[in-house]
């Protein structure tokens, strides 16, 4: 009879050493239990990893700064023809697209706020601004209107800081 080689960790079986063979020919291996032991506990932390990421990103919002302008609306890059009435505005060429991601930014919903008078207003995404700087967002006329200390479009260059709000 062969002495029995105890387990290496009797807290966790599945990390016990190699059984000998019980005499049916059915013999344990250990590496496998390591193996699969190893690849269900890879598998819970990249779950828990997975799920943290989706419940942090659900509740942290990036707020960008940079320079409001407006432009005379139209047919944007989203496929949409605006007018200029409308709340809407055109991404930074930098943003419109999500790095390492095939999806734009088209249609989500922005909170902007004019850093100067603190007037707030939503807008959504309509067009990408090729010579916006990252964080800056060109404006339809009646957003910067809205946005604007005078009501008009006399300032001509608003500091601004938004969010997604969608």
Same mark, same amino acid.
């Given at each position: 009879?062969?002495?029995s080689?105890p387990?290496?960790?009797?807290?966790?079986?599945?990390?016990?050493?190699?059984?000998? $063979?019980?005499? $049916?020919? $059915?013999?344990?291996?250990?590496?496998?239990?390591?193996?699969?032991?190893?690849?269900?506990?890879s598998?819970?932390?990249?779950?828990?990893?997975?799920?943290?990421?989706?419940?942090?990103?659900?509740?942290?919002?990036?707020?960008?700064?940079?320079?409001?302008?407006w432009y005379?609306?139209?047919?944007?890059?989203?496929?949409?023809t605006?007018?200029?009435?409308?709340?809407?505005?055109?991404?930074?060429?930098?943003?419109?697209?999500?790095?390492?991601?095939?999806?734009?930014?088209?249609?989500?919903?922005?909170?902007?706020?004019?850093?100067?008078?603190?007037?707030?207003?939503?807008?959504?995404?309509?067009d990408m601004?090729?010579?916006?700087?990252?964080?800056?967002?060109?404006?339809?006329?009646?957003?910067?209107?809205?946005?604007?200390?005078?009501?008009?479009?006399?300032?001509?260059?608003?500091?601004?800081?938004?969010?997604f709000?969608?």
């Open positions: 009879m062969e002495p080689t387990s290496a960790d009797a807290a966790h079986p599945s990390y016990a050493a190699p059984a000998t $063979d019980d005499g $049916d020919g $059915d013999r344990r291996d250990w590496s496998r239990r390591v193996t699969n032991a190893h690849s269900y506990a598998h819970k932390v990249s779950h828990y990893h997975h799920k943290h990421i989706a419940q942090h990103k659900s509740t942290h919002t990036s707020t960008y700064h940079g320079r409001g302008t005379m609306t139209g047919q944007g890059a989203c496929g949409e605006s007018r200029d009435s409308e709340h809407v505005v055109a991404i930074s060429h930098t943003q419109y697209i999500h790095p390492g991601e095939t999806k734009t930014s088209c249609f989500r919903m922005v909170r902007i706020t004019n850093l100067e008078n603190g007037k707030i207003a939503p807008a959504r995404i309509v601004c090729p010579g916006c700087s990252h964080g800056s967002l060109d404006m339809s006329q009646g957003l910067f209107e809205a946005l604007s200390a005078d009501g008009g479009l006399g300032e001509g260059v608003l500091s601004i800081k938004w969010e709000d969608d």
